[in-house]
């Protein structure tokens, strides 16, 4: 049986190894993206708190929308716990568009751009570089990583079957990293031990990332949680509908006031007292974000780390009209979040984030590793 494993192993393995290699090469390098980004751009995400009380959001956002081109709107601004994280206005497009701004003296530091470095990670990492095909044309770089993450996991747990002791007192043994013994039994135990020390890390992350790369795997993952899969790009066309009405009286009342000088400072006129009644009832919130007749609050930075309470308000009146908390919501969000966390190890704060980072590399380097003891024994039986 463990020769049929290890045909399997090897079989899967080898065709497949470099595509492995790349996929948990560049995850590892998205772990800590935020935290290097903003090291390496603390101009525009860091700010100097002197002691001073923060502007009032109407009066950034107003600030912010000034400097504005035509039809770009601020939908939104979210306050970090930190004093010293610059706060972040989010625009209406393109897509995820955003600048941060300075809350103590209202300057706008700089505008979000995701580094080259990352973006190409990204885009390895989710599509082997195939991000930009043309419209009807299949996603072969999303179809060649989910089939790679399915060689993978096959893989890992023939690796297990082939690797299982005969006995419990060889267990100690076939779990050590060799050294001093020459480069072969090095890399071998490296290999071997090493990939049983990450493996329930590394079938953490591919199970959970195969959900973005086949809708079958999606659905039977949620499936087998008991629950329906949530629709992608969803939402119901009465929402839809609701959201494009608002557009346009929002719209309407753009126009209306653009001639005004205080224009922009009565549309986001009670957002700030919306985010001190919900900063006052969540002190301890990572993060909070208020918008145009609606918020959101993150309760922490750890578990799911996408859980968020959801608020509507009254824009005249400032006013909240309905709340609805994380823990009463509908279960397809809750595990969409869990499935991110597990999947980019967020959920523990950096401890299990460090883990994953090192896992991942571990894991671009079983292939490698693997490869070398093939090639090895090719030269060996040739001999």
Known sequence: MKRFFRKIHLWLSVPFGVIITLICFSGAMLVFEKEMTRLCYADIYKVENGGGRPLPLN???????????????????????????????????????????????????????????FATMFSLHRWLMDSGRPEGRPAYGKIIVGISTIMFVISLISGVCVWWPKT???LAGSMKITTGKGRFRLWRSLHVAGGMYVIILLLAMALTGLT???????????????????VRGGGND????????????????DKKQKGGSNAASTKFARWQQVYDRLRTD???AAQITVGDGTASVTPSKFGNTRASDRYTF????GRITSAVKYADAA??????????????????????????????LFGASLPLTGYYLWIRRLVKTKR
């Not at 973005?212 to 949530?230: D, V």
């Not at 494009?244 to 009286?249: D, E, I, L």
């Not at 009254?314 to 009146?317: D, G, H, P, Q, V």
Request: hydrophobic share 35%.
């Open 212 to 230: 973005w790369s086949f809708s079958w795997y999606n659905k039977a993952f949620y499936a087998a949680l008991g629950i329906e899969a949530p």
């Open 314 to 317: 009254c824009t005249s009146t």
């Open 59 to 117: 009066i950034l956002a107003a600030k912010v929308s000034s400097t504005l081109p035509d039809g770009v709107e601020v939908t939104g601004i979210t306050v970090s716990s930190d004093p010293t994280e610059a706060y972040k206005a989010n625009l209406s497009k393109p897509r995820r568009a955003a600048v941060y701004i300075n809350q103590y003296t209202g300057a706008v530091t700089g505008k979000y751009e995701r580094p080259a470095f």
């Open 331 to 360: 279960p397809q969000g809750k595990v969409r979040g869990w499935i991110y966390s597990v999947h980019a190890g967020t959920f523990g704060g950096y401890a299990t984030r460090v883990l994953w980072f090192l896992a991942a």
């Open 238 to 253: 009465k929402q839809k509908s609701g959201d494009k009405n608002k557009g346009a009286r929002n719209g309407r009342a």
């Open 282 to 284: 969540n002190p301890h």
């Open 168 to 170: 419990r007192r060889s």
